[in-house]
Every structure is written in structure tokens, then in C-alpha cells.
């Protein structure tokens, strides 16, 4: 075990600085943008996903093993298979209205599923690993921007589940010297988006129809992330030769009003009538999503120098452009 801390303490590459990295859940969103990432900067990559996995963005030529995380023997022998210096752990059910719907499920993927890379990373002696961890572990946000050190208060399933996975790094880190680092985001956006999130939705109905309508959501305030200033965030903290925390928040640091963001994508689809209703956005009737705002991304500055590159006003420019392209291949 000591011999483990040491290597994962100083966080030590490869000579030549390239590692090979096992993506779980790495045909999704962040997943494959990640992959390619990686492999334009020289790394190794292996994927691994279910069979159902639709790529969301072009993994081929990838290696890329099959299974279920929830599969204990799958996530062991992908560790085997591929011997990784490092692990990001992507796989999951993903998104507070998703995992009100399925609970249980919900806990399978997102916890159970996260004790699994932990268990084959203590098994195996693998140096380092990234969770993909959500902003939803705050809930609602007791003040702005929120930075790593708010209370993590989960308000659903989804930041619960991701709550509770967090957790198991830190008892998994404590006990076994096993160093999982949580990278905490929020509303990552850009060409691949697999959900029918608010602004998505909004940009397809009024491509489609010319009208987007919400009844309410106009006052609740996002944190949006291009998905290139993520995986920028993310690339940076994996090559870091030294990381002093156990959790970044990886953002774009800024909150936009969802009313405005309505008229900055009307700006971009000429002709068309977009509405939002006042007040915030329930994700059921009746039940509010978690007031949100802006995340404190000083951390990750500091000690990666990651700086977000992509303007809100380019991204959703770019967003609605992806869309109007290939919305017949979002689901
Ligand atoms: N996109 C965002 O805005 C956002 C925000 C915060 C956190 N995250 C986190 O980032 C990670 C990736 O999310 P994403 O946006 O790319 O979503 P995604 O749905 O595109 O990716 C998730 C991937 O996990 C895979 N997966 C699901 N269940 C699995 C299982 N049982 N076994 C193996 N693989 C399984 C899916 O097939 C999919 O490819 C997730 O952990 C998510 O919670 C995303």
C-alpha cells in the first residue's frame, strides 16, 4: 500500500509523457470528445461501454471494449485487458429528470458502478483515475459562485448517487490509497449532446417549427460549459504531473439567465418565436430543479491554468449550427 501512495501522491507520467487511458462510458458526449482529445495530444485510449452505446462523436479506430459497469468480472478484465495508467470514469445515468424516472437503475450505474472501478483500481495497482462528477452535488446553491468547499446538499437521485460516489473515492482514497479525483461540471453543451436538455430542446423545436415554447425557466440561471472548454479542463488535469485536491469544479464560471439565453438563440435562428415563462424550471410538475448559478472555477485556474476559451454567445452560435446540421441524429 505504500508503494501505492507514492506513485499516485506525485502523480508521476510515463517518461515521454503520454499514458494510456481507459474511458468508461467512453462512446458518450464527454466520453469520445475526450477520446479524440487524447489522441490528437499523443495518448493511448481504450473505450468501454455497453453494446448499446450509440458513439457521440467519432471514435473510430479506437480500441473499445463491451460491457456493463455493473458487471464486476467486465470492469476487471478492461482494467487487465488494457493496463492503464489512468481511468476516467464517464459511465452513467445521466441528468436529475432521467434518474427521478429510474431510482434504482440510478444507483446500480452511478454508485455501484463507481465502486467497481474502485474495487479493480485497488485490485490492480492502477496510479490514478477521474470521475466525471455533476454540480448537482451542491443541490441548490447557498451562495455564488460555489466553489469546491460548498455543502454538498444533492436535491435528486442523479446528485445523490453522485454524492454517494464521491464519497467512495474519499473512503476508497483513506483505506486504500486509491486516488480517484472528482471533477466536478455542470450544463456541458455542444454538437453531441445525447438529452433533450432546455437549450437543446428549444433549438430543435424552433429549427423545426419555427416556435419553441417553455411554460417557465426564464429566471432559473445555468453555468453553461462548451463541451471544448470541458475536455480542455479535463485533458489539463490528466496530464498534470502534481494535483493537491481531491475535486475541481470545471465550468465556464459564469451563470446566464435562461430569458436571455432564449434570446441569444433566437438571435441565431432568424424568424423564429422562442418563449420562456417566467420563474424557475421544475423538473416535474410541481418540483423544482435546484436553483443553480455560477461555479467557482479558481481552482482549477491555479493549479492547471485551465481558462475557459469559448464565449457563451460563440458556443450557443456553434451549438445551433451542430443542430440545424444533424438534428436528425439527436435522440
Ligand atoms: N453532459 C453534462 O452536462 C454533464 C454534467 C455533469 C456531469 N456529467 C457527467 O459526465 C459523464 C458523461 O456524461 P455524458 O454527458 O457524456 O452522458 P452520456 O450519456 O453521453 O455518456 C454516458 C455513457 O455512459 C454509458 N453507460 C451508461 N450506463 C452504462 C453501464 N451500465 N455500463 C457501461 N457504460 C454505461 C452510456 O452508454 C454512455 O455512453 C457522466 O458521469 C455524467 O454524470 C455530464
Redesign the pocket.
Known amino acids: 500500500m505504500p508503494r501505492h501512495r507514492e506513485r499516485t501522491r506525485h502523480l508521476a507520467s510515463p517518461e515521454n509523457g503520454l499514458v494510456h487511458v481507459l474511458i468508461?462510458?467512453?462512446?458518450?458526449?464527454?466520453?469520445a470528445r475526450l477520446a479524440r482529445r487524447l489522441r490528437e495530444a499523443g495518448h493511448r485510449v481504450t473505450l468501454?461501454?455497453?453494446h448499446?452505446?450509440q458513439a457521440?462523436a467519432d471514435v473510430s479506430g479506437m480500441e473499445t471494449v463491451t460491457?456493463?459497469?455493473?458487471d464486476f468480472h467486465a470492469v476487471l478484465d478492461a482494467v487487465d485487458a488494457a493496463s492503464p495508467d489512468v481511468i476516467v470514469?464517464?459511465?452513467?445515468?445521466?441528468g436529475g429528470v432521467l434518474s427521478m424516472e429510474q431510482p434504482a437503475a440510478t444507483v446500480h450505474?452511478?454508485v455501484a458502478?463507481t465502486v467497481h472501478v474502485l474495487e479493480a483500481m485497488r485490485l490492480r495497482g492502477v496510479p490514478r483515475a477521474f470521475?466525471?462528477?455533476?454540480?448537482?452535488c451542491y443541490g441548490s446553491f447557498g451562495y455564488e459562485p460555489a466553489d469546491e468547499a460548498h455543502p454538498l446538499v444533492p436535491a435528486t437521485p442523479?446528485g445523490i448517487t453522485?454524492v454517494a460516489a464521491e464519497w467512495y473515492t474519499g473512503y476508497y482514497r483513506r483505506r486504500f490509497g486509491v486516488e480517484m479525483v472528482n471533477v466536478r461540471?455542470?450544463?456541458?453543451?455542444g454538437a453531441g449532446?445525447?438529452r433533450l436538455r432546455f437549450e437543446t430542446k428549444l433549438i430543435l423545436d424552433a429549427l423545426t417549427t419555427g416556435v419553441a415554447l417553455s411554460e417557465t425557466g426564464a429566471d432559473h440561471r445555468i453555468d453553461y460549459t462548451h463541451v471544448d472548454d470541458f475536455v480542455d479542463g479535463l485533458l489539463r488535469l490528466i496530464e498534470a504531473p502534481r494535483l493537491d485536491h481531491q475535486a475541481y469544479n470545471i465550468s465556464s464560471g459564469r451563470a446566464v439567465r435562461l430569458g436571455d439565453l432564449a434570446e441569444l438563440i433566437a438571435a441565431n435562428i432568424p424568424g423564429a418565436r422562442i418563449e420562456v415563462g417566467n420563474g424557475l424550471l421544475e423538473f416535474a410538475p410541481g418540483f423544482p430543479a435546484p436553483v443553480k448559478g455560477a461555479l467557482s472555477i479558481e481552482r482549477a485556474r491555479r493549479e492547471v491554468g485551465y481558462q475557459p476559451r469559448i464565449s457563451l454567445e460563440e458556443g450557443m452560435r456553434r451549438y445551433v449550427d451542430d443542430l440545424r446540421r444533424a438534428s436528425s441524429v439527436v435522440s
Open positions: 468508461t462510458g467512453g462512446r458518450g458526449f464527454l466520453g468501454f461501454d455497453t448499446q452505446a457521440r460491457g456493463d459497469i455493473c470514469h464517464a459511465a452513467a445515468i445521466v450505474v452511478n458502478g470521475m466525471i462528477s455533476s454540480e448537482e442523479y453522485k461540471t455542470s450544463w456541458v453543451y449532446m445525447p
